[in-house]
């Protein structure tokens, strides 16, 4: 496992890492989460990600106990807020009321003394920026978040977020997770740039395109029981014929190569300087075991220009 700086920060971060979305708490069975997990930390995986929202804390639950089984120092823990967590007007958002309590109630779900990366779920318009930075500051302060991040926000809601930091002298923003993939490539035009100007680290999440890019997807109409898919409307409707023939085409390159296309579409993400881990869902041990294969293969010039040829 190869391990990357999370954007100018001095913090060290698995090229592949692990999330807990739509898997754990939820459809996987616990006995399989927790397994994932241990394959996980035992391939060199130190970065561990789940949200309040992930089955509202059962993810939170899952994923804290099952890493009190090394030492707190030797993995990094990251938790999310903005997504109602209740009823009420004030359960949602990223006042600095709904931030407080939902950090502290993600590390009691957790069993966790700190996170190491706090994220902002989404950007809240009715929220002042100050108020949201401030309160995650305040936290960073009391030792109970070390890094700030964002996930999803647009490359001005980002520079407006780092100029009201600058200008209260608050905690900077180190890392944002936006979705990134062959088939999903918004970043690239704005937001990289600015990050890449700014310090600020990419941490992505589906970079399979929640399994299309695995290659186990043959027909739009033909979906396998077993797969996430099956069970997500969502997901399904994103599978498009036009779609499995690119990743058929990727297939033949990643054959030559002597890997899968699954490890293809990582190692292309991984291609990208700003981009300090691609984080992985996986429903089984086995899943972790297949995508860490990633970490460590570098894409010549040549095959960097195949793949953009297929994806055009």
């Known amino acids: 496992m190869r391990y990357r700086r999370l954007g100018e920060s001095g913090l060290k971060v698995s090229e592949i890492s692990l999330g807990s979305w739509l ?4 459809y996987v069975e616990r006995d399989n989460a ?3 997990i241990k394959t ?5 995986i130190n970065f561990f990600d789940t949200a309040n929202v992930y089955e509202k804390g059962a993810a939170e639950e899952l994923v804290g106990k099952a890493l009190k089984a090394y030492p707190r120092e030797s993995y990094v823990l990251a938790t999310k807020a903005f997504w109602p967590m209740g009823e009420g007007p004030n359960d949602r958002g990223l006042s600095r009321k709904h931030i407080i309590e939902q950090a502290n109630a993600s590390l009691k779900r957790l069993g966790h003394d700190y996170v190491d990366i706090f994220y902002c779920h989404r950007y809240d318009p009715e929220t002042p920026l100050h108020e949201t ?9 009391q030792g109970k978040v070390l890094y700030a991040g964002v996930s999803e926000w647009q490359a001005s809601q980002i520079a407006e977020a780092l100029g009201v930091a600058d200008r209260y002298l608050l905690d900077r923003i180190v890392v944002n997770q936006p979705v990134y993939n062959m088939f999903d490539r918004y ?4 937001i990289i740039p600015l990050c890449e100007r ?11 395109a929640q399994g299309l890019l695995t290659g186990k997807y043959t027909s739009a109409t033909n979906i396998p029981q077993d797969s996430r898919a099956a069970k997500l409307e969502r ?3 994103r599978i498009t014929e036009e779609k499995i023939a690119r990743v058929q085409q990727l297939e ?3 054959g030559e190569l002597g890997i899968t296309v699954g490890n293809l579409a990582l190692a292309w993400i991984l291609s990208k300087k700003n981009i300090a881990s691609a984080l992985v869902g996986a429903s089984r041990p086995e899943q972790v075991t297949e995508n860490v294969k990633a970490s460590g293969v570098d894409l010549s010039e040549d095959v960097l220009s195949r793949i953009e040829e297929i994806l055009k």
Do not use: H
Not at 23 to 26: D, I, M
């Open 40 to 44: 996980a930390y035992d391939l060199g």
């Open 23 to 26: 898997t754990y708490g939820g």
């Open 235 to 237: 997901m399904r409707n």
């Open 187 to 190: 970043i690239e035009k704005e």
């Open 198 to 208: 700014s310090g600020i680290g990419q941490v992505v999440f589906s970079p399979l």
């Open 34 to 36: 927790v397994s994932s």
């Open 252 to 254: 033949s390159v990643a």
């Open 133 to 141: 930075l401030r309160a995650i500051d305040d936290l960073i302060r």
